[in-house]
């Protein structure tokens, strides 16, 4: 069993990285770029039985830290 | 008078700690990532800087798992003091221990210099050898010191007086300025700034010293 997760800066917490890549799209000349947020994929190899709560609680104690970063779960 | 420092794989500023405590008269236990307790007597722990496995998943995040840390967090629950420094600040937000986290710096450069701290506190047993008011100058030296808190969180800091140090010239785009807070108890700071790196003639400056002096100070038995 996969699962992937996805890991994002939450919506106003500043995300410098994501703000230089927009800069540098902008000077190659793509200037339809109006916002760039990088984050985390991470892919999981679980054993037979792991539920998408076993993945919520990694998640939440150390995948993402929730004061700063959501999380979402995708199973694959 | 008894001090823990902890030691992870990448702590690098775990022997200057040390060395900063035993000269304010600590005796000093080094305590290794993997042990699960704190030597009996501890009087205050101190978590110092460096690169904690890597900085891999976020800065302190790992670190915040390991063994020792669930004995540091029950010392910080029981009222025990503790210090974190640069890295060991950021350890500490990821247990809970203190609010909020520590984001990339907003330039995106390491920052590594000596800036000018002011004391915003002089009410804890960390800062009571300063004035509030005093500007100190103490180097930093991070990549991601940017501290970051909701709005509630950053009012219950300034409304507690739980602010310990903030920068005169903000170097990493810090919510209000902020470089170093206590927990509610007052018993808990956590910095990136180094005073540790600040408390010998031969570092280039002594503004750090006494921030371990006025622990010496509290914690010496009566």
Known sequence: MKARVHVMLKNGVLDPQG?????ALGAMGFDQVEGVR?????????????TEADITEMCEKLLANTVIERFEIELV | MRAAVIVFPGSN???DLAVAFEQAGFKVDMVWHKDASLPDGVDIVGV??????GDYLRCGAIAAQSP????????????????GICNGFQILTETGVLPGALLRNAGL??????????????????????????VIGIPVAHHDGNYFADDNVLAALRDQDRIAFSYTENPNGSAGDIAG???????????????????????????????????SGVLAPA
């Not at chain 2, 010998?200 to 503004?207: F, R, S, V, Y």
């Open chain 2, 68 to 83: 020792i840390c669930k004995a540091v967090v029950d010392h910080a629950d029981r009222g025990g003091y503790a210090v």
């Open chain 2, 109 to 134: 450069k390491y920052i590594c210099r000596t800036v000018g701290l002011k004391v915003e506190s002089s009410d804890s047993a960390f800062t009571e050898g300063y004035n509030a008011g005093d």
């Open chain 2, 13 to 15: 500023c775990d022997r």
């Open chain 2, 48 to 53: 110092p800087g460096g690169f904690s496995y």
């Open chain 1, 19 to 23: 703000e230089a890549v927009r800069h």
């Open chain 2, 181 to 215: 807070i206590l927990s509610e108890n007052r018993r808990v700071l956590g910095m990136m700034p180094h005073p540790e790196r600040a408390a010998d003639e031969g570092h280039g400056g002594t503004d750090g010293t006494a921030l371990f002096r006025a622990l």
């Open chain 1, 38 to 50: 990088q984050g985390k994929v991470i892919d999981l190899e679980l054993a037979e039985g792991a």
